[in-house]
């Protein structure tokens, strides 16, 4: 049949334009910005799918599939992983900032006292005499000498300048003799309320003080935000190099500057660094100038006092995606077992007499709380020791069956208890499930404090420290992981909860032990739901941000002490890769 002049143009265009398109069909692609594959696609969705692909637009996830999604898709970028593994970025929970400070010796490091007196001699030389020195992170269980810091080791290497030694955990700190005499503390100084200053056998200052290291960190001048800020944002980037993409700040206030007066200031929870703490007026100004390079943020506020935080124009959920405002957390209830002062229903092993410390009466609690509730504030208060966990639930049933939330329902308040170290009696969670009470627990504390915790306490303490199953599944206790600063570090967490194994390999309470699958949700889906993001992040589903890690191992299958060495070898924030290991 002939073809007329026209059809035949038609004809030949239709031709000519489809030998034009490019191979497999592109034309029938939707086009995205990120395609990553060949991978282990970790999505922690309700079912724990496993696929082998994702798509991102923008900075959220278009599609998780398999390898189909590349004849679906086309991107400009698009990532072979080789079969590494493809998860979730970390929720951390409850973290502490640690920016290095001009003043600041890198003592975390430091394998021995003899190493960290090298460290104050350089830094002695470097600052001159009379100008203190700082730092954060030793632990004597990293010690070759296996002791505690004292005052003459700091003497001997520093005895011209005032020296302060935060030990990891924040709540205890080894001052020189120039210190003190700064501070005007000596051996007939008494305890501070809630601390401890320490005395060696003949009634001298040993130079360790537990808790209220503030009676002598007070003194050391505020090195400024100036000289501060920089050194923050390079901690919170370092945190993407962890896997952390979200994290709850708890050393977070309300203080606008160092001169802001009344209440509780960020100095009364963290001597060392005090008001040059990212404070949320300080967060706001980095954010709104760098936030998707940074990972995300929900702030908790120091309790400033009932007035101030009436005065405060937000409260609990305010913010963007990438910094919002949370609980009222770091207002301690006790102290920790770095002290130790953690405060028990029994005693330390040991020590009899000696139960550690509460830091409020009953009353001063309720006041606290109810003064938060009254607000619609979220609350997350520090608890670890077992009295400190009754004390603290019984605050917050109060609250809660008679304060209306004036923000949330009356099931969907999401307060939680920070740490849950010791884990309390079965009525307490009993009580803690009927209120739909929530738990931010840090899993690692198990590894990193295992000699703490195994020379302090007795059997049946040391078995369910940190405990994870029983308050999970027997009670129903939602819970969500993190760090703190022992050190930061999401895959040490991971080992712990599922291992229930210290350094030494000894187990502490296998009862106690989850599943991988069950680790790692509570490492990603879980934290978001404390921030009512469930919705926004937390799992590689379409819809959600699309923020991921790249592990060159399989969590799920990989040998356990693969946690305890591995690495992460790229993280994204919201489809943008903002850390990549060298060489990966």
Not at 291 to 304: A, K
């Amino acid at each position: 049949m002939a073809v007329s002049r026209i059809g035949k143009g038609l004809w030949s265009g239709l031709i000519a334009a489809t030998l034009a398109l490019p191979a497999g069909n592109a034309w029938a692609k939707e086009a995205v910005d990120l395609i990553l594959h060949h991978a282990q696609v970790i999505t922690v969705d309700r079912a724990f799918t496993l696929k082998t692909a994702v798509a991102v637009k923008g900075e959220r996830i278009v599609a998780v599939g398999g390898e189909e999604l590349l004849e679906a898709y086309s991107a400009p970028k698009m990532i072979d992983l080789g079969g590494r593994t493809l998860m979730p970025g970390f929720t951390d929970t409850h973290v502490h900032p640690k920016p290095v400070s001009p003043n600041d010796i890198a003592v975390e490091t430091a394998k021995s006292i003899t190493e960290v007196q090298a460290m104050l001699r350089a830094k002695a030389k470097q600052l001159g005499p009379g100008k203190w020195i700082t730092g954060y992170g030793w632990q004597e269980s990293n010690f070759a000498e296996k002791r505690n810091l004292s005052r003459a080791d700091l003497d001997a290497a520093a005895p011209n300048n005032p020296v302060a030694l935060l030990r990891a955990g924040s709540h205890s700190a080894a001052y020189n003799s120039a210190a003190f005499k700064i501070a005007k503390v000596d051996r007939n100084t008494p305890d501070p309320a809630t601390g401890l200053i320490e005395h060696d056998a003949a009634g001298e200052l040993s130079g360790i003080i537990r808790e209220r290291m503030d009676i002598v960190s007070k003194f050391i001048p505020d090195p400024g935000w100036a000289a501060m800020r920089g050194p923050t944002i390079t901690w919170l980037k370092e945190m993407l190099a962890l896997g952390i993409t979200s994290l709850h700040d708890a050393s977070g206030t309300i203080d606008d500057e160092p001169a802001d007066k009344g209440g509780t200031t960020s100095k009364d929870l963290d001597p060392l660094w005090g008001q040059s703490n990212m404070t949320w007026k300080r967060a706001r100004e980095i954010y709104a100038a760098m936030g998707n390079e940074l990972p995300r943020i929900t702030m908790y506020i120091i309790h400033p006092g009932a007035e101030r935080l009436k005065a405060f124009p937000y409260h609990t959920g305010y913010g963007d995606n990438h910094l919002r405002l949370g609980a009222i957390g770091e207002n301690a209830v006790d102290g920790g077992f770095t002290g130790p002062t953690a405060w028990l229903l029994a005693d330390y092993k040991g020590q009899p007499g000696f139960r550690g410390k509460g830091r409020f009466t009953d009353a001063q609690l309720q006041e606290l709380v109810d003064s938060a509730a009254k607000l619609g504030w979220q609350m997350g208060l520090h608890a670890i020791g077992d009295a400190a966990i009754v004390q603290t639930i019984k605050a917050y049933h109060n609250a809660l069956t008679t304060i209306p939330d004036p923000a949330h329902g009356p099931n969907d308040r999401r307060w939680f208890t920070d740490h849950f170290t010791i884990m309390p009696p079965d009525d307490t969670m009993a009580t803690m499930a009927q209120d739909h009470v929530m738990i931010a627990q840090q899993p690692n504390f198990l590894y990193n404090l295992d000699d703490r915790y195994s020379a302090l306490l007795d059997d049946w303490r040391l078995a369910h420290n940190n405990a994870i199953s029983t308050p999970v599944k027997k009670f129903g206790l939602f819970m969500a992981f993190s760090s703190d600063n022992l050190p930061i570090g999401p895959l040490v967490g991971l080992y712990a909860a599922v291992t229930r194994k210290g350094p030494t390999g000894a187990v502490r309470g296998a009862e106690e032990a989850v599943s991988r699958q069950e680790a790692i949700r509570m490492y990603t889906a879980n934290g978001p739901y404390l921030s009512w993001e469930e919705n926004e992040k937390g799992t590689l589903e379409a819809g959600k941000l699309a923020d991921m890690i790249v592990l060159p191992f399989d969590p799920l299958t990989a040998p356990e002490e693969t946690f305890l060495t591995g690495k992460v070898d790229m993280t994204f924030l919201g489809g943008k890769l903002v850390y990549k290991r060298a060489g990966k």
